[in-house]
């Protein structure tokens, strides 16, 4: 877990000082070991440290606690210090800190819960989501793949790391030719095969080709594919010759020049519909031109093989993946020469690796099965152990009144993606996903997920940020006299709405290096519903607006404050914070 003195440099001088104490009481020495009491009146930190030290000290914890006290010099932010339970050490912190507090929030705006590492703590992280088939379009589990994905990505360089955004374009291979195939016979106006995708979409498609490309389309190009190991491009056919499993009403080389049209068309529809959403990659990886024709597929081979991390049995190469924890060796290369999925999926690891020092993966739950054989593979390249990361998630049922959705209105079809996003809109959809743990099967239910109502999670969060809004035009078009920031008494902040209000403030950077390092969207999803909670509270308890000025200004820059941490929250999850609703 994050240690919140990194993050707090309050919490750091705090820290350092019962180290000081530590050493001058004799004791060994330890972190402090911050946490948030559980309740309120137990003070803004405790430390565990006394509980800790107990077996190693051979003492009991409150005894080590009494003796760090006595030992221990208070900086003045620190308003009192107590021992409590076990062994706590309780710490109330005065009134300064969350004034201090309010005018930090404000003069940072946007920058508040963004940390800044140093270079020698800032990661390359590259983070890998979504990568679905570019064969179809996007169903509306991609879409939670999507989110979370940005979200963490975003949470990342919160943090203070540089992340990369990446899509892996599976664009070479049997599925590839059989979709130009596919295209090629709608064309031709010609019946497909049980082998052949269907749907309303590829009609669509095939349409659109036709309308770019005219009669070019059906002529072969320069495009090469990799079906199944063999390369395909213009001339590289004999007469007569047949690619397995290829449909023969369909010359081979159109299927690949075709494949190639459409796979680059539905790429671009693909992107297109994860931009609506808000999500914008930094790179797209392209499987067939980035390993299989730049040469990095047989390269990856050549290294495992120099490794010698590989072995021949029956004619085929085998990566030794069993000994690093997979359920059994890979086939890398066939006996008949051509390359394994595995093998390509060896050299994008690979390839990843030489630009990033962390790899994280974003994977449905039917590939839980890839975990084992993925972090053999990395083992085998001399990858760090822990460098590589797989995140699993669950399913999305789809659903509408608490039946299940499968049919799209628009074309028959599965409902895709980019109809859910039209319906109930990006921030319902980001939010919803968001704030479940990707470990959990979500029920997405259209008729609940876009009601505006205060039952609702995100319209709950972005009310508040929006009521904020109106009070601050309010306060403006009354002519009241907020005074400048630096000038307001915040030392008037004493009500408990008012005080809670600014502890769930102050938690906030926490929250987010949290979120980061566990790659939990949840949790900052649900502190700004507590945030949210928190200022609904203090609305209703705590006029803003009243006759007493210092008050009346006290408590409108606490709102200002409150605004930005909201908008911090959303904006960090990628959701917008709406001035009016």
Same mark, same amino acid.
């Given at each position: 877990?994050?240690?919140?003195?990194?993050?707090?440099?309050? $919490? %750091?001088?705090?820290?350092? =000082?019962?180290? @000081?104490?530590? !050493?001058? *009481?004799? #004791?060994?020495?330890? +972190?402090?070991?911050?946490?948030?009491?559980?309740?309120?009146?137990?003070?803004?930190?405790?430390?565990?440290?006394?509980?800790? $030290? %107990?077996?190693?000290?051979? =003492?009991?914890? @409150?005894?080590? !606690?009494? *003796?760090? #006290?006595?030992?221990? +010099?208070?900086p003045p932010v620190v308003e009192a210090a107590e021992i409590a339970g076990p062994g706590f050490l309780n710490f109330q912190f005065a009134p300064s800190y969350y004034a201090d507090l309010v005018r930090?929030?404000?003069?940072?705006?946007?920058?508040?819960?963004?940390?800044?590492?140093?270079?020698?703590?800032?990661?390359?992280?590259?983070?890998?989501?979504?990568?679905?088939?570019?064969?179809?379009?996007?169903?509306?589990?991609?879409?939670?793949?999507?989110?979370?994905?940005?979200?963490?990505?975003?949470?990342?360089?919160?943090?203070?790391?540089?992340?990369?955004?990446?899509?892996?374009?599976?664009?070479?291979?049997?599925?590839?030719?059989?979709?130009?195939?596919?295209?090629?016979?709608?064309?031709?106006?010609?019946?497909?095969?049980?082998?052949?995708?269907?749907?309303?979409?590829?009609?669509?498609?095939?349409?659109?080709?036709?309308?770019?490309?005219?009669?070019?389309?059906?002529?072969?190009?320069?495009?090469?594919?990799?079906?199944?190991?063999?390369?395909?491009?213009?001339?590289?056919?004999?007469?007569?010759?047949?690619?397995?499993?290829?449909d023969d009403r369909v010359d081979p080389a159109v299927a690949a020049h075709v494949g190639a049209l459409a796979v680059a068309a539905m790429r671009a529809h693909i992107e297109q519909t994860l931009h609506?959403?808000?999500?914008?990659?930094?790179?797209?990886?392209?499987?067939?031109?980035?390993?299989?024709?730049?040469?990095?597929?047989?390269?990856?081979?050549?290294?495992?093989?120099?490794?010698?991390?590989?072995?021949?049995?029956?004619?085929?190469?085998?990566?030794?993946?069993?000994?690093?924890?997979?359920?059994?060796?890979?086939?890398?290369?066939?006996?008949?020469?051509?390359?394994?999925?595995?093998?390509?999926?060896?050299?994008?690891?690979?390839?990843?690796?030489?630009?990033?020092?962390?790899?994280?993966?974003?994977?449905?739950?039917?590939?839980?099965?890839?975990?084992?054989?993925?972090?053999?593979?990395?083992?085998?390249?001399?990858?760090?152990?822990?460098?590589?990361?797989?995140?699993?998630?669950?399913?999305?049922?789809?659903?509408?009144?608490?039946?299940?959705?499968?049919?799209?209105?628009?074309?028959?079809?599965?409902?895709?993606?980019?109809?859910?996003?039209?319906?109930?809109?990006?921030?319902?959809?980001?939010?919803?996903?968001?704030?479940?743990?990707?470990?959990?099967?979500?029920?997405?239910?259209?008729?609940?997920?876009?009601?505006?109502?205060?039952?609702?999670?995100?319209?709950?969060?972005?009310?508040?940020?929006?009521?904020?809004?109106?009070?601050?035009?309010?306060?403006?078009?009354?002519?009241?006299?907020?005074?400048?920031?630096?000038?307001?008494?915040?030392?008037?902040?004493?009500?408990?709405?008012?005080?809670?209000?600014?502890?769930?403030?102050?938690?906030?950077?926490?929250?987010?290096?949290?979120?980061?390092?566990?790659?939990?969207?949840?949790?900052?999803?649900?502190?700004?519903?507590?945030?949210?909670?928190?200022?609904?509270?203090?609305?209703?308890?705590?006029?803003?607006?009243?006759?007493?000025?210092?008050?009346?200004?006290?408590?409108?820059?606490?709102?200002?404050?409150?605004?930005?941490?909201?908008?911090?929250?959303?904006?960090?999850?990628?959701?917008?914070?709406?001035?009016?609703?």
């Amino acid at each position: 877990m994050v240690a919140v003195e990194q993050i707090d440099p309050v $919490l %750091a001088d705090l820290g350092d =000082r019962i180290r @000081r104490a530590l !050493a001058a *009481a004799g #004791l060994p020495d330890a +972190e402090p070991g911050f946490e948030r009491p559980k309740q309120a009146d137990h003070g803004d930190w405790a430390s565990t440290v006394a509980l800790r $030290l %107990a077996k190693p000290a051979g =003492r009991a914890p @409150r005894d080590i !606690a009494q *003796a760090v #006290l006595d030992a221990l +010099e208070l900086p003045p932010v620190v308003e009192a210090a107590e021992i409590a339970g076990p062994g706590f050490l309780n710490f109330q912190f005065a009134p300064s800190y969350y004034a201090d507090l309010v005018r930090q929030v404000i003069r940072e705006g946007d920058d508040f819960a963004r940390r800044v590492r140093p270079d020698s703590e800032r990661e390359r992280i590259n983070v890998e989501f979504v990568s679905a088939n570019p064969t179809g379009p996007l169903h509306v589990g991609a879409g939670r793949w999507a989110a979370t994905g940005d979200a963490i990505a975003e949470l990342l360089a919160a943090d203070g790391h540089q992340v990369e955004r990446e899509y892996y374009v599976n664009d070479a291979g049997e599925q590839v030719r059989r979709f130009g195939e596919t295209v090629v016979l709608l064309v031709k106006g010609e019946p497909l095969t049980d082998v052949h995708y269907k749907g309303g979409y590829v009609r669509e498609l095939a349409q659109e080709l036709v309308a770019d490309h005219g009669d070019d389309l059906l002529v072969p190009g320069d495009e090469q594919l990799v079906a199944g190991g063999i390369e395909h491009g213009e001339g590289d056919l004999d007469d007569g010759e047949v690619v397995a499993g290829a449909d023969d009403r369909v010359d081979p080389a159109v299927a690949a020049h075709v494949g190639a049209l459409a796979v680059a068309a539905m790429r671009a529809h693909i992107e297109q519909t994860l931009h609506q959403l808000g999500v914008d990659y930094d790179t797209w990886f392209s499987e067939l031109h980035r390993l299989h024709l730049s040469g990095q597929l047989d390269a990856a081979v050549d290294e495992l093989r120099s490794r010698g991390h590989t072995y021949e049995a029956d004619g085929a190469l085998f990566l030794r993946t069993e000994q690093h924890g997979d359920d059994k060796d890979r086939v890398l290369v066939r006996s008949d020469g051509r390359p394994t999925y595995f093998a390509a999926d060896c050299a994008y690891l690979r390839d990843k690796w030489q630009r990033a020092d962390r790899l994280l993966y974003l994977l449905g739950a039917d590939h839980h099965g890839y975990v084992g054989r993925l972090k053999a593979a990395a083992a085998c390249l001399d990858i760090p152990a822990g460098r590589v990361e797989v995140r699993i998630g669950q399913l999305v049922n789809l659903m509408r009144d608490g039946e299940p959705v499968k049919m799209s209105k628009r074309s028959g079809d599965l409902i895709t993606l980019r109809e859910v996003v039209e319906e109930v809109g990006v921030d319902v959809i980001r939010y919803h996903f968001l704030r479940t743990s990707l470990d959990t099967m979500v029920d997405f239910d259209l008729s609940v997920v876009a009601e505006q109502s205060m039952e609702n999670p995100v319209y709950y969060v972005q009310y508040a940020h929006a009521r904020i809004a109106s009070l601050v035009r309010t306060a403006d078009e009354r002519g009241f006299d907020h005074g400048a920031i630096d000038d307001a008494d915040l030392l008037l902040l004493t009500h408990p709405a008012e005080l809670a209000l600014l502890k769930s403030m102050a938690a906030l950077p926490e929250t987010v290096a949290e979120a980061a390092e566990l790659r939990a969207t949840q949790r900052l999803a649900r502190y700004a519903e507590e945030l949210a909670g928190t200022f609904h509270r203090f609305y209703t308890e705590c006029r803003v607006l009243v006759d007493e000025v210092e008050v009346g200004q006290a408590r409108y820059w606490l709102a200002v404050a409150a605004k930005q941490t909201l908008k911090d929250a959303l904006s960090m999850l990628r959701v917008s914070a709406p001035e009016r609703m």
